[in-house]
């Protein structure tokens, strides 16, 4: 049974990035747990969770691209830009075409300056803007560069009740916020718009696919660790293996030869052990993180 690596969970909706986090902390029997990239609570889908010595790899999953399948509501507008949040315009979107629509999601489409959703766990003096406006503050984010590689309407559904539903499938850079595509369309075709479902379906190569619901993983418990150490950095990184000498150094945070790449990269011992992260500079290879046993 392996007590250190990443687990692929399938978040509910209902419950925050850090519930589930305290969940798996109870089901392991460790306080050393972390997850690579906030889900919002109403959101579901893949959240990576790593468990001891893997949160130190966790550097490595927060950045990767993501893939999301979504719903968005256009003619309503909430705080949050989502269905969590208070309404706050309701516009009639009788006139909006499909073909609109379309062409408002590809105007969205690419390298883009996205102003983050106001209610946003984004700090602000040390605050997170989400504190700030439920305290009734008034905040104004700083827009940030973002890719959107791919912004898809696969479902237009008439208009009901006022407003009509686009169900869009995502895939994007870390860092983007689907409620602002929400928000974003809304807003260029005069109606406003929030995001009423939200699935992760894909965080880099990590799949709903394979993700563990939190009832599977009570049935596991303590044995919750889907991928132990060394296939856990072969997922996100690529590898190279060393001999007993280097492996002895490297594990004490030595230099190893380099071999003209410029990392990061795994390094694993002879036996398959997963060593650490390198990276290699100014002719030197030397350890990013060291993640041999002590």
């Known amino acids: 049974m392996s007590t250190h690596g990443l687990i692929v969970v399938d978040k509910p909706a209902g419950m925050t990035s850090h519930d589930v986090v305290a969940r798996i902390r109870r089901l392991a029997g460790t306080r050393r747990v972390g997850h690579g990239g906030t889900l919002d ?11 001891n010595r893997a949160t130190r790899l966790l550097t490595y999953v927060i950045g990767v691209g993501k893939t ?12 949050t830009d989502d269905a969590e949040g208070e309404v706050t315009d309701r516009s009639p979107v009788d006139g909006v075409t499909e073909e609109q629509i379309r062409a408002g999601l590809a105007a969205l489409t690419g390298e883009i300056d996205q102003v983050p959703s106001a209610v946003s766990a984004i700090k602000i003096n040390g605050q997170r803007a989400y504190r700030r406006v439920r305290s009734g503050e008034q905040v104004e984010l700083a827009a940030r560069r973002v890719t959107i590689s791919r912004l898809d309407a696969v479902a237009v559904h008439p208009p009901t009740d006022g407003s009509v539903d686009v169900d869009v499938e995502v895939a994007c850079s870390s860092g983007t916020y689907i409620r602002a595509i929400a928000r974003d369309l809304g807003a260029a075709l005069g109606v406003g718009g929030h995001l009423t479902a939200l699935r992760r379906t894909a965080v880099g190569g990590f799949t709903a696919a394979e993700a563990a619901t939190l009832a599977e993983l009570e049935q596991r418990a303590p044995d919750v660790v889907q991928l132990p ?11 190279r293996e060393v001999g007993a000498e280097e492996a002895r150094v490297l594990g004490h945070g030595g230099p190893i030869t380099p071999v003209g790449r410029p990392g990061p990269y795994a390094v694993y011992a002879p036996d398959g052990e997963l060593l650490a992260v390198v990276s290699e500079r100014d002719g030197r290879a030397r350890a990013e993180i060291v993640l041999a046993p002590a």
């Open 41 to 51: 609570p109403m959101a579901t889908g893949v959240l990576v969770v790593a468990v």
């Open 68 to 79: 999301y399948t979504a719903t968005i509501r256009l003619g309503v507008s909430t705080v």
């Open 229 to 239: 150490m060394a296939a856990a950095a072969g997922r996100l990184l690529t590898g």
